[in-house]
């Protein structure tokens, strides 16, 4: 079975603090993903790699960075937390190879910025 | 217009009734075609994934896929009370970039 572990399953932290996420996944995929869950609006996408050092922005990139130094491993940086950023971030990973190959989950981050 | 629309319900029904969960979408670029089942406080599962339009069946679960009408459908069939989660469409034009519904929130009452 896939699995993708996330560091912590909740966080809170203070306006204005650099906090990190961290993913891993123990299935050897190429392409890492974060997203935000919000009520009502679903999973955004906010950044996904498709190999070690690579990145391409999702939908809602701005406020966040990201680092991916071993392949299964995928950071999510939030550089200056602000209340707005309060969310569930979820982490997926799936293979790159074959086209259509789907996407699987961690339980998710449940991040609080006071 | 969101490019993906889900009813969130809530969608509250007894046990043991056929349960339909429905997205519609405007991008006919869309050919993959997936449903995530995701219990509360955890991340979601992929529970059914097509490619095409048509019917594909797995065990209660029925996906239904009208690319025609831009038209997608979740059926299960003699629903438990373990069914109660909330269930995601996700759709794309490639894998590697899913657009997901908001979701529908389903209870099944014993």
């Known amino acids: 079975d896939v699995k993708v572990t996330q560091s912590s399953r909740y966080l809170v932290k203070r306006t204005g603090e650099k906090v990190f996420l961290e993913c891993v996944q123990d299935?050897?995929?190429?392409?890492m993903f974060w997203y935000r869950q919000d009520p009502g609006l679903g999973l955004r996408l906010i950044y996904f790699?498709?190999?070690?050092?690579?990145?391409e922005k999702g939908d809602i990139p701005e406020g966040y960075s990201v680092s991916r130094e071993k392949k299964e491993r995928f950071s999510l940086i939030l550089e200056s937390a602000s209340t707005n950023q309060t969310s569930m971030y979820l982490c997926?990973?799936?293979?790159?190879?074959?086209?259509?190959?789907?996407?699987?989950f961690g339980d998710g981050t449940r991040l609080s910025i006071l | 217009q969101k490019e993906v629309e889900q009813d969130p319900g809530p969608l509250s029904v007894p046990e043991g009734a056929i349960v339909s969960l429905n997205c519609t979408y405007s991008?006919?670029?869309?050919?993959?075609f997936m449903w995530y089942r995701q219990y509360s406080r955890k991340g979601p599962e992929l529970l059914m994934y097509?490619?095409?339009?048509g019917n594909k069946e797995d065990g209660r679960f029925t996906a239904q896929v009208d690319k025609s009408s831009k038209y997608i459908s979740l059926f299960i069939r003699d629903s438990q009370p373990s069914d109660s989660a909330t269930y995601l469409c996700?759709?794309?034009?490639?894998?590697?970039?899913?657009?997901f519904g908001s979701g529908t929130q389903l209870t099944v009452l014993p």
């Open positions: 997926a990973s799936s293979f790159r190879t074959g086209g259509n190959q789907p996407q699987h």
């Open positions: 299935m050897d995929h190429e392409n």
């Open positions: 790699s498709y190999d070690v050092k690579m990145k």
């Open positions: 991008n006919s670029a869309f050919q993959y």
């Open positions: 097509t490619y095409s339009s």
């Open positions: 996700a759709l794309g034009v490639s894998a590697r970039q899913l657009t």
